[in-house]
């Protein structure tokens, strides 16, 4: 990981878009313009190993308006919004808030996603309460290995799982199939 | 009414404690019912969203919340045990507060007025409203364990929900009614990897591992937590040869008033804390 990020260091600005800070502003509630680059999110980040970018270099790129950059980096789907960084940061940032933006942001405008198995799994949770209303963890997992290939990645810890009756065989489901379709309808006209 | 006056609430489980982690849903309801506390199921809730639901679709997520605002009874305050959840439900309730149009749109789809009165509680918030730490003063069942908390990240660092509470402190005070020895420690807050558990385990478990490794060195017993999903990935991602048993707060209070279906409960620990428990003396006055 640390590969690409001595490769990020030496980055050609152009193609900027100067209204990109300001959307991001809007759309997330909270001023990343604030930002003096202290390092205080990144320093705490549980997670910073696994990014290509670092938080506060995403919350730069936002500022210099490199879209392109920050939409297609590991960094926004890495983070899982434990809000470790907004609670060192100094200058009060939401940046959870930040990513959530720009991981929906990225899904709308088709570019390449940084980290797709993360955005797989994502989606097989919410194909999961879509169909039953609840989350069934064991086909969540059967399908996320499965559309990765990870086949017998975790088959030990599955084991384990089912034999302390961790993993439910049959998915907990909600009755009101119709207040679900209403649902999930009124989600995807946004 | 006065708190300790609220004999009844809404209850919601989420999907983690009515799957993965069923003892600490029993173990929770078996502690309000010794409490004289009557917990209400939501009927027929779905999911709270969860992180996927908030990480790619925003709107989804406030309407998988609504349903489940929109189910609870007007004059009752709505318990929820998982952080994760609580702060999912927590967030939907603000949002649709705060903007006319998300109102409009709750009140159209459930056919009924927002409840701007609604009162979202944590778990913890329950056990101070009940006095928990009087009620339990008297059983020092646990005097020859220490232990450290681990509240993750959730809880203890809600940062969009205005003038949240914050519970830090809560295990501390109630353990240290049971009798326990608290030990100091630096991962009391530190995420446990919530989905990268699934999608990045490699990585996750150097992370656990160093977690539950300063647990270890801190010279702790067992580590105590408040959410389901930090126990289920402390659990599975750990591949130290020593292991330290992991509770969950609700399981210690029910066996201090006297409950006991542990055994059921811990049958469902990866790691079983029985015999730890059975050692330090724990079930001697309560068995």
């Known amino acids: 990981m640390s590969e690409n990020k001595d490769k990020k260091e030496k980055l050609l600005v152009k193609n900027q878009d100067m209204s990109f800070a300001k959307f991001v502003n809007d759309k997330s509630g909270s001023d990343i313009n604030r930002c003096f680059q202290c390092f205080a999110c990144s320093g705490g980040c549980p997670f910073s190993d696994l990014m290509d970018l670092n938080p506060n270099v995403v919350n730069r790129y936002v500022q210099f308006g490199l879209k392109e950059e920050v939409l297609t980096c590991s960094t926004i789907w890495i983070c899982v919004g434990c809000n470790t960084c907004s609670y060192n940061c100094p200058q009060g940032v939401n940046i959870p808030a930040m990513m959530d933006t720009l991981r929906e942001l990225a899904i709308k405008e088709g570019v390449k996603i940084g980290e ?14 879509e169909k039953y209303g609840r989350t069934h963890k064991l086909e969540i997992m059967m399908r996320y290995k499965a559309a990765e ?3 017998f990645q975790d088959m030990d810890v599955g084991i384990k799982m089912l034999l302390k009756s961790k993993l439910d065989l049959g998915p907990s489901k909600i009755r009101n199939k119709k207040d679900l379709k209403k649902i999930f309808k009124s989600g995807s006209e946004k | 009414m006065k708190l300790y006056e609220q004999k009844a609430y809404a209850y919601f489980p989420g999907c983690s404690l009515a799957t993965s982690a069923k003892e600490n849903n029993k173990s929770l309801l078996s502690m309000t019912k010794k409490l004289g506390v009557d917990l209400i199921q939501l009927p027929d809730w779905n999911c709270c969203g969860s992180s ?10 406030i309407d998988l919340a609504g349903r489940n605002l929109s189910l609870v009874p007007t004059n009752l305050p709505l318990v929820v045990a998982c952080p994760s959840c609580y702060i999912r439900l927590c967030q939907g309730y603000y949002q649709i507060k705060e903007s006319k149009e998300l109102r409009d749109k709750y009140e159209e789809m459930w056919n009924k007025p927002f409840n701007d009165d609604l009162k979202i509680i944590h778990l913890f918030k329950l056990l101070e409203n009940m006095n928990i730490k009087n009620r339990i003063a008297n059983s020092k069942i646990l005097k020859d ?6 509240y993750g990240c959730m809880l203890s660092k809600p940062i969009d929900i205005p003038k949240e509470e914050n519970y830090n402190g809560t295990i501390e005070s109630v353990m240290k009614s049971m009798g326990a020895k608290h030990v100091e420690w630096s991962s009391m807050q530190k995420c446990c990897g919530t989905f990268l558990s699934v999608t990045h385990p490699k990585s ?23 959410c389901s999903m930090c126990h289920l990935n402390l659990e599975i991602r750990c591949d130290l040869g020593k292991k330290l048993p992991i509770l969950h ?25 029985y015999p730890l428990l059975k050692e ?3 079930f001697d006055d309560v068995a």
């Open chain 1, 149 to 151: 290939r990870e086949w």
């Open chain 1, 116 to 129: 797709p198995s993360i955005l797989t799994f994502h989606n097989e949770v919410i194909n999961s309460i």
């Open chain 2, 280 to 282: 330090k003396g724990v």
């Open chain 2, 204 to 226: 996750i478990t150097p992370i656990v591992n160093n977690i539950i490794t300063e647990a270890i060195d801190s010279k702790a017993d067992c580590i105590v937590t408040a």
């Open chain 2, 52 to 61: 996927s639901t908030h990480s790619i679709n925003h709107g989804l997520a």
């Open chain 2, 145 to 150: 364990i220490s232990y450290v908390p681990y």
């Open chain 2, 249 to 273: 707060l609700t399981e210690l209070i029910s066996i201090a008033l006297g409950s006991k279906s542990y055994k059921k409960w811990f049958a469902r620990h990866l790691v079983d804390p």
